[in-house]
């Protein structure tokens, strides 16, 4: 069964604390995996593609990875305004996407 | 290139009513997708038009139907709403961005059910 599955469901990080948000899959065959951003009441919000194991994205203080199984989200020295919801999703060889339930993200000043 | 455009922002229903939610997709996208979002269970795929022809179906039941338009417009209607039918509905379209293939999010619809 094609499945994605995040942790931790919520995060809680002082200002400057650094971490990462683990992202991991079961797909029959992946064409690519997204990593979206999401703050409340509105839609997710692109932020990375990956294709390929062993691939790395950049953007400001956010890093995105990806194996074979899993895929990591780093977050180097957090703001507050970095509070969101952080959603993985996967796009199989059949097309679908799945979105994983996400990681609650706050960063404390 | 303006973004994903859904209408209305917010719907208040009663039970057994039905309703119909609208979505623009990016100009020059024709695949649009629709996702059902609650607390509970994330985001949950719906169905995917792509040139006025479902192409994908999630396990959602019969009430929940859509359209495309040859404009590539996007209509969703559910039939004898349900109180579990309270969510965020959100619209992607997808399409060539920077990155490659990649689904952009409309804002959502918020619909409550009483």
């Known amino acids: 069964e094609d499945q994605v599955t995040q942790s931790p469901e919520a995060l809680r990080l002082q200002e400057g604390e650094s971490s990462s948000l683990n992202c991991s899959y079961t797909?029959?065959?992946?064409?690519?995996l997204f990593w979206y951003r999401q703050d409340p009441g509105k839609g997710p919000e692109f932020l990375f593609t990956?294709?390929?194991a062993g691939e790395e994205k950049e953007k400001e203080r956010l890093k995105a990875t990806l194996t074979k199984k899993e895929s990591f989200l780093h977050i180097t020295a957090p703001k507050p305004e970095d509070s969101a919801t952080y959603l993985c999703?996967?796009?199989?060889?059949?097309?679908?996407?799945?979105f994983g339930t996400g990681t609650s993200l706050t960063v404390i000043p | 290139k303006a973004g994903v455009t859904q209408t209305p922002r917010y719907l208040i229903k009663t039970r057994g009513q039905q309703v119909t939610l609208s979505c623009s997709p990016i100009s020059g996208h024709r695949s649009v997708s629709w996702y059902q979002q609650t607390p509970g269970q994330g985001l949950q795929f719906l169905f995917e038009y792509f040139s006025e022809t479902q192409r994908n179906k999630g396990n959602f039941p019969g009430r929940f139907s859509g359209r495309q338009f040859s404009n590539s417009r996007s209509e969703m209607n559910v039939s004898t709403l349900e109180l579990g039918d309270s969510a965020l509905y959100l619209c992607?379209?997808?399409?060539?961005?920077?990155?490659?293939?990649?689904?952009?999010f409309g804002p959502g619809t918020r619909l409550l059910v009483l």
């Open positions: 990956l294709y390929s």
């Open positions: 992607a379209s997808r399409g060539l961005g920077s990155y490659g293939e990649t689904q952009y």
């Open positions: 797909v029959s065959g992946l064409r690519g």
């Open positions: 999703a996967v796009q199989s060889t059949g097309n679908q996407f799945y």
